[in-house]
């Protein structure tokens, strides 16, 4: 082998390496922890619980919140040298949901853990999730919005992507790229988190594979979605366009098909709707999606967005968001999700 050819598969192989690490824009590191549980644990989904990504200096860490305040997962497990996921990609991928709430009844019984319990007025939020394998989101998927920008009812489901690099947090910041867009949009969504791997399942089992759910925005440049062709990856996939959190509530507290979701900017209420009005339920979604592309443990689904968007407008009273817009948005039992537009 020649060596310009040596070093072409090295060099490739180095991108490679670097597009699989696929944290948000900006992110810190997540906290080292072991790849996977001890073998001899129990695997599956934790339950009962709100967890969230913390941001501690260079690092992320798991969270839950409850009555105590916010747990401090990996700090607890120090105190209590019990095995713990350090994140909530840990906790999903490696689906080791029964040490989670091990760990947890076990804080709830130990004053030692009291100094692992921080306010949660006091900390930093992450990204919900920073490394899914893949972020699936499903367009026109409330029946009031494809009535409001005119668009037929979809057969089927309308899938499309983005990328890591759009995750966002709770009280984070969107910098609007407005170089070369003009026309942004809020997308108030029910995000969910795949749980174990489904493929080909069936509508009936579809929720068994859902590990949690948690608000999300689809933020949009409509201009780059609509004005370039078609180009709904290219306006929906631009840094830090992705904001969900600030929890992640486990999959068996919540009814999915029945939420009542807001957004709101600046205070006026822009969005309100339920997810009743979905056109392809939750179990729909996920079966379809399953029988294209293979969900694996921390991938995450935008379900879509109901009526009261900017493009449903008429063109005259379409006034576009712009720096120093706050938003606020909200799903019943899933918590109130803000950032702002610079």
């Given at each position: 082998?020649?060596?310009?050819?040596?070093?072409?598969?090295?060099?490739?192989?180095?991108?490679?390496?670097?597009?699989?690490?696929?944290?948000?824009?900006?992110?810190?590191?997540?906290?080292?922890?072991?790849?996977?549980?001890?073998?001899?644990?129990?695997?599956?989904?934790?339950?009962?619980?709100?967890?969230?990504?913390?941001?501690?200096?260079?690092?992320?860490?798991?969270?839950?919140?409850?009555?105590?305040?916010?747990?401090?997962?990996?700090?607890?497990?120090?105190?209590?040298?019990?095995?713990?996921?350090?994140?909530?990609?840990?906790?999903?991928?490696?689906?080791?949901?029964?040490s989670l709430n091990a760990l947890v009844d076990a804080a709830a019984k130990s004053k030692a853990t009291q100094k692992a319990f921080l306010a949660e007025d006091t900390?930093?939020?992450?990204?919900?999730?920073?490394?899914?394998?893949?972020?699936?989101?499903?367009?026109?998927?409330?029946?009031?919005?494809?009535?409001?920008?005119?668009?037929?009812?979809?057969?089927?489901?309308?899938?499309?992507?983005?990328?890591?690099?759009?995750?966002?947090?709770?009280?984070?910041?969107?910098?609007?790229?407005?170089?070369?867009?003009?026309?942004?949009?809020?997308?108030?969504?029910?995000?969910?988190?795949?749980?174990?791997?489904?493929?080909?399942?069936?509508?009936?089992?579809?929720?068994?594979?859902?590990?949690?759910?948690?608000?999300?925005?689809?933020?949009?440049?409509?201009?780059?979605?609509?004005?370039?062709?078609?180009?709904?990856?290219?306006?929906?996939?631009?840094?830090?366009?992705?904001?969900?959190?600030?929890?992640?509530?486990?999959?068996?507290?919540?009814?999915?098909?029945?939420?009542?979701?807001?957004?709101?900017?600046?205070?006026?209420?822009?969005?309100?709707?339920?997810?009743?009005?979905?056109?392809?339920?939750?179990?729909?979604?996920?079966?379809?999606?399953?029988?294209?592309?293979?969900?694996?443990?921390?991938?995450?689904?935008?379900?879509?967005?109901?009526?009261?968007?900017?493009?449903?407008?008429?063109?005259?009273?379409?006034?576009?968001?712009?720096?120093?817009?706050?938003?606020?948005?909200?799903?019943?039992?899933?918590?109130?999700?803000?950032?702002?537009?610079?």
């Amino acid at each position: 082998m020649n060596q310009n050819r040596r070093n072409f598969i090295m060099n490739t192989g180095a991108v490679c390496a670097l597009a699989m690490t696929g944290r948000p824009t900006g992110a810190p590191r997540t906290t080292p922890a072991e790849a996977k549980p001890p073998a001899t644990k129990e695997r599956g989904m934790a339950h009962g619980l709100t967890v969230l990504n913390i941001r501690r200096g260079s690092e992320y860490r798991l969270g839950v919140k409850n009555e105590r305040g916010v747990l401090d997962v990996v700090e607890a497990a120090q105190i209590l040298h019990m095995h713990a996921p350090a994140t909530i990609d840990e906790l999903l991928q490696n689906e080791d949901g029964p040490s989670l709430n091990a760990l947890v009844d076990a804080a709830a019984k130990s004053k030692a853990t009291q100094k692992a319990f921080l306010a949660e007025d006091t900390i930093e939020f992450g990204p919900v999730v920073t490394r899914p394998e893949k972020i699936v989101c499903v367009g026109l998927n409330y029946r009031q919005h494809a009535i409001e920008i005119g668009a037929p009812i979809p057969k089927q489901p309308v899938l499309f992507n983005k990328f890591n690099t759009t995750l966002n947090h709770h009280n984070g910041t969107i910098k609007l790229p407005v170089d070369y867009a003009k026309k942004f949009d809020y997308e108030v969504e029910m995000v969910m988190a795949i749980g174990r791997e489904a493929k080909m399942v069936s509508e009936a089992d579809a929720l068994s594979y859902v590990a949690g759910y948690a608000t999300g925005n689809d933020f949009t440049a409509r201009d780059l979605q609509l004005e370039t062709g078609g180009q709904w990856m290219v306006g929906k996939t631009p840094d830090q366009f992705a904001p969900i959190g600030p929890y992640l509530v486990t999959a068996d507290q919540i009814d999915p098909d029945n939420l009542k979701l807001e957004c709101r900017v600046n205070g006026e209420t822009r969005q309100s709707s339920n997810t009743s009005d979905f056109i392809f339920n939750t179990r729909t979604m996920i079966s379809y999606i399953s029988r294209v592309i293979t969900l694996r443990p921390g991938d995450i689904i935008f379900t879509g967005t109901p009526q009261g968007v900017i493009q449903g407008k008429p063109k005259d009273k379409q006034v576009w968001l712009k720096p120093g817009d706050k938003l606020a948005c909200s799903l019943e039992k899933l918590g109130e999700l803000k950032f702002e537009l610079v």
